[in-house]
């Protein structure tokens, strides 16, 4: 269920810059962020959201209490993003089973490949928890880019468009730490 063309492996020293992620997620016309901590994002991503008054961030303790209420704001006709990291993702697989698989539901969710390495697919990982993230959601039906430079970020407004016209889940699996907005690493 990948995007081919997403899913091409970015070169080792490419980058992933976590601003011109921010503005994909605005353009998309997301929301809320709902967000569990996540080692991978959190200075690139997480805590820029955290202080971005044009979001609205909101942290809960559990991955799967990030489905239910990215799926109660998808009935209030509000578009929100889920993030967290592959070690979450796998512990909250029944929620995506049941909320936004079966009941077709626009979870959009931007998950972390902690300690992914840089330019190599998650499926040829050395890391067995990302190895088989594709395959499950594969498996579930639920349609997934990766994010490795900011060569892929024109993946995220259309993926998040899909997800709400079609009324079902998307993952957007972040292949590498992003640069903090305003680092000129």
């Given at each position: 269920m990948?995007?081919?063309e997403?899913n ?5 020293d490419a980058?992933l ?20 901590p ?17 979001l609205?961030?909101v ?6 209490e990030a489905?239910?209420v990215s799926?109660?704001?998808s009935?209030c006709?509000?578009r929100s993003?889920?993030l967290?990291?592959y070690?979450?993702l796998?512990?909250s ?19 972390g ?9 998650p499926?040829?990982s050395t890391?067995?928890?990302i190895?088989?993230v ?5 498996a579930?039906g639920?349609a ?11 993946a995220i ?12 889940p998307i993952v957007?699996?972040?292949g ?7 680092d000129?690493?």
């Open positions: 990948g995007d081919a997403t091409l492996i970015a070169p080792v980058e810059h976590g601003g011109l992620i921010i503005d994909a997620i605005k353009r998309s016309g997301v929301q809320t962020v709902v967000t569990v996540d080692r991978t994002t959190a200075s690139g991503l997480l805590q820029p959201i955290a202080r971005d008054n044009e609205r961030h942290r809960v303790c559990k991955e799967d489905i239910g799926a109660a704001l009935l006709d509000q993003l889920v967290i990291q070690t979450g796998l512990d697989i029944n929620a995506v089973r049941g909320v936004a698989v079966e009941y077709e539901m626009p979870i959009c969710m931007m998950v490949l902690l300690s992914k390495e840089p330019g190599v697919a499926t040829d890391k067995y928890g190895k088989i594709e395959p499950i959601l594969d579930m639920v997934h880019h990766l994010i490795e430079s900011d060569a892929d970020l024109d407004v259309p993926a998040i468009d899909e997800a709400y016209k079609n009324s079902c957007l699996l972040i590498r730490p992003p640069i903090p907005p305003g000129s690493s």
